[in-house]
């Protein structure tokens, strides 16, 4: 396996770890902006800041205000003084068609995930925008080399 490959299994790996923070019981997601080999930007889905960590109504679905991982780290940015311009996202789950299109403005050049969502509408509007788009599932976390 060649070492940018590793290097996406590992960043992979933190953003599903980065997951663990989602207080949303349906699904955790998390999410990294990495530039120059450095971490920029991370979330996960929650509420907004200031609301109650609570994801789910009474009747177990997700409200409307959940915040997915991808728009928290791309929020974070924008109160940073870091940009995403050539950028890679690492995701835990492929991107919706409304993260994708924050991902086209906030210049990210390359998504790399996870799993797989049933609808596709995002990932395909991220490679018309000419975003590498890359799916490393799970089964190959699992086959990544002890180091010597």
Request: net charge neutral; hydrophobic share 35%.
């Amino acid at each position: 396996m060649d070492k940018a490959r590793l290097l996406d299994i590992r960043y992979l790996r933190m953003a599903r770890i980065w997951a663990e923070n989602s207080y949303c019981n349906r699904r955790k997601v998390g999410a990294l902006i990495v530039k120059d080999k450095m971490i920029i930007s991370d979330g996960y889905n929650g509420t907004p800041s200031g609301f109650e960590n609570v994801c789910e109504d009474e009747q177990g679905l997700t409200k409307p205000y959940v915040l997915h991982a991808e728009a928290n780290a791309i929020t974070k940015i924008a109160r940073s003084g870091n940009n995403s311009d050539g950028s890679t996202l690492y995701v835990t789950d492929a991107p919706c068609i409304e993260c994708a299109k924050l991902i086209i403005q906030s210049g990210i050049r390359r998504v790399v995930y996870e799993r797989e969502y049933r609808l596709t509408e995002g990932l395909d509007l991220m490679k018309r925008a000419g975003i590498e788009v890359v799916h490393i599932p799970t089964e190959e976390h699992s086959n990544e080399p002890a180091k010597q």
